[in-house]
């Protein structure tokens, strides 16, 4: 399995940007399809975004699509999640998923390791 740490949330306006990060330990990193979820209060958490392994799929929730971008640099062990127009509904917990599995998952529940989350929230 892999340790993962995000970073980069914050209180931004809206349609301000953020970027978050989330930086993986292990050597088998390159191998972990990795995604991004986010959770308010108790509620579900949510799918925002997948990529697999070697960053030539990648998926989006329609919620995000076209605002949202996922990518990785698996020489730096580290997944992205670059947030452009972030509107208040946007506001929650951001979590950073690892599954060993080479495709695209969309359900938290598919996925083993995760980080300790990173808050995001967006004023109006």
């Known amino acids: 399995q892999v340790q993962l740490v995000e970073s980069g949330g914050g209180l931004v306006q809206a349609g301000g940007s953020l970027r978050l990060s989330c930086a993986a330990s292990?050597?088998?990193?390159?191998?972990?399809?990795m995604a991004w979820f986010r959770q308010v209060s108790r509620e579900e958490r949510e799918f925002v975004a997948a990529?697999?392994?070697?960053?030539?799929?990648?998926l989006h929730a329609d919620s995000v699509s076209g605002r949202f971008t996922i990518s990785r640099d698996n020489a730096k062990n580290t997944v992205y999640l670059q947030m452009n127009n972030l509107q208040p509904e946007d506001t929650a917990v951001y979590y950073c998923?690892?599954?060993?599995?080479?495709?695209?998952?969309?359900?938290?529940?598919?996925?083993?390791?995760w980080g300790q989350g990173t808050q995001v929230t967006v004023s109006a």
């Open positions: 998923e690892a599954v060993d599995y080479g495709g695209l998952l969309d359900h938290t529940g598919k996925y083993d390791c």
């Open positions: 292990g050597r088998t990193f390159p191998a972990y399809t």
């Open positions: 990529i697999s392994p070697y960053g030539g799929n990648s």
